[in-house]
């Protein structure tokens, strides 16, 4: 906050602010926010006619700024009632009367309204109106310089960063595009150096998702959390994945803290975390409140979170925020619920500034705006890194510029979290010898095999995933599909570590649930088997149907009976379908599914499969018959 100023509420200039447009460039893989020129604030001025220019509309900006000029700015902006029955030359005088009244400007200037003011004389009127101005040079000031003086004395620019939705992902994967933490830590450094008000926002599902997070129940990626000096952060559904008492644990070695003010203990009704942190920034008193999403008990193992409660966000919010406003001068919502209910509490709610979502993995590339809110979202695992940049005169948010920064390889890492990374993935290393379980048969994961026709592995694996979701109250799946290329790797008799599995299901792909008709379904099967042929990754292995199909046919053609749960398939009906998120939204062909809604549970599919594995003494797998190729019988 400029030092000086007063706590007079600058009503007017927050209105015409409202209308300047403020540039955003794109270069090194980071988003700047360009500072306003002089231009910007002369638009401005005019369009809230704080200035109105001579009658042909020129502003005369290389001309010397007079008393009474300067007193007209300040006073409108200031939002003063002064007559304005002077025309021509006199226009001002009511205004150089008033700042004269106020002990602002002095006889000579009163006497001599077209006096011209130096730096000196401009800076200490503007100071006893309650402004912090600060000029680059003495003598006198033309008008120019001093609407970019002064209009960078009234505004406030705070810069966040946000992350939601990384489960684990930890090392740069360019294959998928994603950062890593340690080229995320670089460009948050760039971010916190351009920016004197800076802050790092987290909107959870953070702790789970990938071996290095999950093989020691989040602990590992504590250090390079703190290290990135987060602000605060909202707990998501799967920071309960391994108990709500981990969860504490986890939060008390954050350096930050964990927010939610919709989970309560049944026992004495009291709020599992801090619903509301409150934080200093830029001079203003801000409350940051988090949120979960509702669902979460159907979401993890009832044991997770045996004991709570959820109520519903919006219920909260509509009985919480009023009384946090009460409290701060601005509300941050920082939430783990999913665009929709972002989007239903920004329209219940009046006076939040902006809401930082998680949850629905949406891809905001240009925020939303609902009831004057902000709505951003970070995509997930680290594709990209979120900023908002906020703009404020005195108490009112003005403007609003955020965005998505996609991966970008060329950005380097920051050589400490990337030390940080190392020592993680070295610590997997040798936790992943661990026998999870015995197969007492070889599990059938041959690259020919897995692309071309029913294995073991792949009933195996599909009907894990079926299984899985029978515990996901609303979403239970009917039938479950795997594309081969997803299983890399056979699994030989005896022992099984979690290496090994590792090695077959190595992509961190995350179990998905949609609905499906069972035409969709059918045309699903099609592309499935269309370019078998060519050994495809696309071949699919599935579990609560069956099909033949006769590779022979031309593609599109081939697939002929199909029976889902050992009825018939009824293209009219709409099953629910198990699947990875790669399928869900159209990759290895499977188009049919991407315009689809889809539930993405967050578990990774090698979770899924090594927490059956650890339940199982033995596993024994068989060849079914459900999927059979005509042409080779």
Known sequence: MKKGRSNVVLRRIGQVLATVLLSVTLFGGAVQAEPLTSNDYIE????????????????????NITAAEAARIMARTLEVKVPEDHVGERFNDPYLLWAYEKGVADKKHLNNPGKKLNAKELTRMAEQLGFDLSFAKNGLVTRGEFLQTFGDATIDHIT???????????EEDSYNGEFGYAKMATLIKQWREESENFLLLDAGDTFQGTIFVNQFQGETVLPILNYLDYDVMAAGNHEFDFGYEQLLNLKDQLDYPMISSN?????????LLAPVHYQEVAGKKYAFVGFVAEETPVLTHPDNVEGLTFKNPVTVAQDLIPKVQEKADHVVVVSHVGINVDREIAASVDG???IVGGHSHTPLEEPERVNDTYIVQDWEYGKSLGRADLYYVNDKL?????????YDPSVEADPEVEEMVENITSQVDEKMNEVITTATVPLNGDRVDIRSKETNLGNLITDILREKTQSIEGYEADVALMNGGGIRAKINEGEVTKMELYNTLPFPNTLTILDVTGAELKEALENGVSKVEEGAGRFPQISGMTFTYNSDRPAGERVEDVTVGGEPLQEEVTYKLATNDFLAVGGDGYEVFKDNESFNTGYTIYNVVEEYFMKQETVSPEVEGRIVDLAQQ
């Open 263 to 271: 989970v309560f203990k049944l026992e004495d009704g009291s709020t």
């Open 398 to 406: 003005v403007r609003f510029k955020g965005g998505l920064v996609d």
């Open 44 to 63: 401005l001025m005019v369009e809230g006619e704080i200035l109105k220019g001579d009658s042909e509309g020129d502003l005369n900006l290389d001309r």
């Open 352 to 354: 939040i500034d902006l």
């Open 160 to 170: 966040i960063a946000h992350t939601n939705d990384v489960h684990g992902h930890i």
